[in-house]
C-alpha cells in the first residue's frame, strides 16, 4: 500500500507502542503535523520550547522504560533539542528525537531554517539518520527504535526532510532489523563471571557499588538477592538510587562527592568493588587515583567502552546486568560479613551525614523530609540541577524502584519542570513531585503553561534561596565568599502561577511546610510551592573537587567554616 512520508512515520510510530509525542511545529515538519489527526492513537502534547520536549520524553522513557519521543522543525527547532538530547546521551536514556529538514534539492544551499543536525548531534546521540526518501522511513523507524531501547539506550535523532514527508512509497514494516554490526552482548562470559564469583566469596570487606543501569534492566530482584545471600552493603551513585531499598539493613546510601560520609569511608576501605552498571563518574570516584585504593574491582556493565575508562578493573563482565547477576547468584555462597558490617554502622554513627540541624528557620533539608513523610516515599521525585538536587537526593528515603529523575552526566538545570511533565504524562497514576530550584526553574518556567493546558498534575516544590546556591557554595568554600553572579532575583512565582492559571503558595515559616504539601497533594492539577529557605545553607557532606572520598567535609556542628585557603581550587566544572 502507498502512503506519504508522513503517514508511514506514524504507522511505525504506532507499531513501535508510542503513545505520546512531546512537540512544537514549524515549516518542515508542516506535513507530519497534518498527518498526526490520521493516528488518534498517537497523543501529542504541545510545549513552550522543544528543549522542553526533549526532557519531557527523556522524563518520560526514564519514569515508563519505553522510548519517549519528541518533534522538531528544523533549524532553530532542531538546535533548541540539543541540550535535551544531550543529556539523554549522557544519562543512557531512551528517546527518538524527530525533526524536519529543509527539501532534498535545498540541503547544502544555507536554505531558510537548514541546519546540519545531524551533524551536530553527531556526538550526542547512539545513531542518527537523515531520510534519503519516503522508501527509506520506514526501515529507519524500526532501526531507531531498536537502537535506542537495546544495549545502553541512548538518544537517536531521524532528520526528516520536508518533501521525503509528502513523498509516496510502499509501506512494509520490517518485522526484525538487520544490522549486522550491531549485537549487544547480553549474557555474561561464563568464565569471566566464575571468576568474580571467586573474588565475592573469598572478600573480607566488599561493598556493592550500584548505578542506573540497574533501574535500567529491571534487576532490582537480583541485586537484592546477591547482597543478601552474601550479606554485601550497596552503596549507589546519583542515578542509581532507587535501584536498592534505601530503607533496607544493607543499604548505605549514595557515595560521591555530596555522598554519605560513611559510604565513602566504605568504598576507599573495601578490598572488592562489585561496580554495576555505572560508569565511574568523577562525582563518584573522587581523585582517581586513590580510588577503593585496596579493592580488586568487578565492573558489570552493558557497554564495553565502558570499560578500565576510568578506573582499573580486575574482572570486567560486558553484558546485560539481569542476566549477568542471574547467573552470578547461582556461584556466590551464603556469607556473613558481620565484622564488616559493624564497621559500616560504627562508620554511620560517627559521620552521620544527613542529618538535619535543629533550626527554627526554614531549610531546604526539611521541605524534603516533609515532602517523603506526605507521600509516604511513594511519590516519583524529579529535580533541577544544583543544591536542591543534591539535597532531593540524600533527604528523601528511595524505598521503591526508579522513584527518582534528575539529571546527572550532563547536570543540566532546567531539566526538572519538562521532565517532571514527561515523568507525570508516563506515570499518571503515581504523584510526581517537582523539587526545583529558583535558578533552575526559571530555564524552562515557560512549560507551566503546558502542564496546565493538559492538565498534566506535577506538584512543584521550589526550594528558593535567591541564588545559584551550588555556584554560590563553591564560591564561599574555595573563593574566599565572592558571589559573583550567583544572588539571583526571580519573579513572584506565586503570581506567575497566577498568571499562567495554577495554584500557587508561598511558604516561609517551618510550621507551614506540612499543611501546604497537604494542600497540594489535595489538589486535582498542578500545584506550585515557593518555599523560601534559608539562603546561604550549604550541602554536606562535601568532597572537594580533586580530594580523595576520604577528604570529605561535613556540616559544622556549630559554626559553618570554609576549607581552608590551602585547599585545592576546583579543577572540574560545576
Ligand atoms: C544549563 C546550566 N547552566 C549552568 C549550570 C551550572 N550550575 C550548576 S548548579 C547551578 C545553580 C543552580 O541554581 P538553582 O537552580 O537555584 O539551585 P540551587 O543550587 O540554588 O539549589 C548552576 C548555575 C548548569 N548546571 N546548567
Ligand atoms: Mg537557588
Request: aromatic residues 6%; hydrophobic residues 40%; negative net charge.
Amino acid at each position: 500500500m502507498k502512503m506519504t512520508g508522513a503517514q508511514i512515520l506514524c504507522e511505525g510510530l504506532v507499531r513501535e507502542g508510542v503513545e505520546v509525542i512531546f512537540g512544537f511545529p514549524g515549516g518542515a515538519v508542516l506535513a507530519l503535523y497534518d498527518t498526526l489527526p490520521q493516528y488518534p492513537q498517537l497523543r501529542h502534547i504541545l510545549v513552550r520550547h522543544e528543549q522542553g520536549a526533549a526532557h519531557a520524553a527523556d522524563g518520560y522513557a526514564r519514569a515508563t522504560g519505553k522510548v519517549g519521543v519528541c518533534m522538531a522543525t528544523s533549524g532553530p527547532g532542531a538546535t533548541n533539542l540539543v541540550t535535551g538530547i544531550a543529556n539523554a546521551y549522557l544519562d543512557s536514556s531512551s528517546i527518538v528525537a524527530i525533526t524536519g529538514q529543509v527539501a532534498r534539492a535545498f540541503i547544502g544551499k544555507d536554505a531558510f531554517q537548514e541546519i546540519d543536525i545531524t551533524g551536530i548531534t553527531l556526538p550526542i546521540t547512539k545513531h542518527n539518520y537523515l531520510v534519503p526518501d519516503a522508501g527509506s522511513l520506514a526501515k529507519v523507524v524500526k532501526e531507531a527504535f531498536y537502537l535506542s531501547r537495546t544495549g545502553r539506550p541512548g538518544p537517536i535523532l531521524i532528520d526528516i526532510p520536508r518533501d521525503v514527508q509528502i513523498e509516496q512509497a510502499e509501506f512494509h514494516y520490517p518485522r526484525e532489523v538487520d544490522l549486522p554490526g550491531y549485537k549487544p552482548t547480553l549474557e555474561g562470559h561464563a568464565a569471566q563471571i566464575k571468576k568474580a564469583a571467586k573474588l565475592i566469596n573469598e572478600a573480607q570487606h566488599p561493598i556493592i557499588l550500584a548505578g542506573r543501569g540497574v533501574i535500567i534492566s529491571g534487576a532490582y530482584a537480583e541485586l537484592k538477592q546477591l547482597a543478601e545471600a552474601a550479606q554485601i552493603p550497596v552503596v549507589t551513585t546519583l542515578l542509581g538510587i532507587s535501584c536498592f531499598p534505601e530503607g533496607h539493613a544493607l543499604s548505605y546510601g549514595m557515595v560521591g562527592m555530596h555522598g554519605m560520609a560513611y559510604a565513602n569511608l566504605a568504598l576507599s576501605n573495601t578490598d572488592l568493588v562489585i561496580a554495576i552498571g555505572m560508569r565511574f563518574d568523577d562525582r563518584v570516584t573522587g581523585k582517581i587515583s586513590a580510588f577503593a585504593p585496596y579493592a580488586h574491582i568487578v565492573h558489570i556493565d552493558i557497554d564495553p567502552a565502558e570499560i578500565g575508562k576510568n578506573v582499573r578493573v580486575d574482572v570486567p563482565i560486558v553484558g546485560d546486568v539481569k542476566l549477568v547477576l542471574k547467573a552470578l547468584n547461582k556461584l556466590v555462597v551464603a556469607t556473613e560479613h558481620a565484622g564488616w558490617l559493624r564497621q559500616l554502622e560504627g562508620w554511620r554513627r560517627e559521620h552521620p551525614s544527613i542529618e538535619i540541624r535543629d533550626s527554627a528557620s526554614l531549610l531546604p533539608q526539611y521541605v524534603v523530609s516533609k515532602i517523603h513523610e506526605a507521600t509516604k516515599g511513594k511519590a516519583t521525585i524529579v529535580t533541577g540541577v544544583g543544591q536542591h538536587q543534591m539535597w532531593a537526593a540524600q533527604h528523601y528515603c528511595y524505598d521503591k524502584p526508579n522513584t527518582l529523575i534528575s539529571s546527572g552526566g550532563l547536570g543540566a538545570m532546567g531539566f526538572g519542570l519538562p521532565a517532571a511533565m514527561g515523568a507525570k504524562v508516563g506515570r499518571p497514576d503515581t504523584p510526581v513531585w517537582l523539587i526545583d530550584g529558583d535558578g533552575s526553574l526559571q530555564m524552562t518556567i515557560q512549560e507551566l503553561a503546558t502542564i496546565v493546558q493538559d492538565n498534566i498534575a506535577v506538584k512543584i516544590a521550589i526550594l528558593n534561596n535567591g541564588y545559584l546556591g551550588m555556584v554560590r557554595q563553591w564560591q564561599e568554600l574555595f573563593y574566599q565568599k565572592r558571589y559573583v553572579a550567583t544572588p539571583i532575583s526571580c519573579p513572584d512565582f506565586v503570581k506567575i502561577a497566577e498568571g499562567y492559571c495554577l495554584p500557587g503558595l508561598r511558604v516561609t515559616h517551618k510550621e507551614e511546610v506540612g499543611p501546604a504539601i497537604e494542600q497540594a497533594m489535595g489538589h486535582q492539577g498542578p500545584f506550585l510551592i515557593d518555599f523560601m529557605v534559608e539562603p546561604e545553607e550549604n550541602v554536606y557532606p562535601m568532597v572537594p573537587p580533586g580530594a580523595t572520598l576520604t577528604e570529605t567535609i561535613e556540616a559544622p556542628k556549630k559554626e559553618r567554616k570554609a576549607i581552608s585557603d590551602s585547599a585545592k581550587l576546583p579543577v572540574s566544572n560545576i
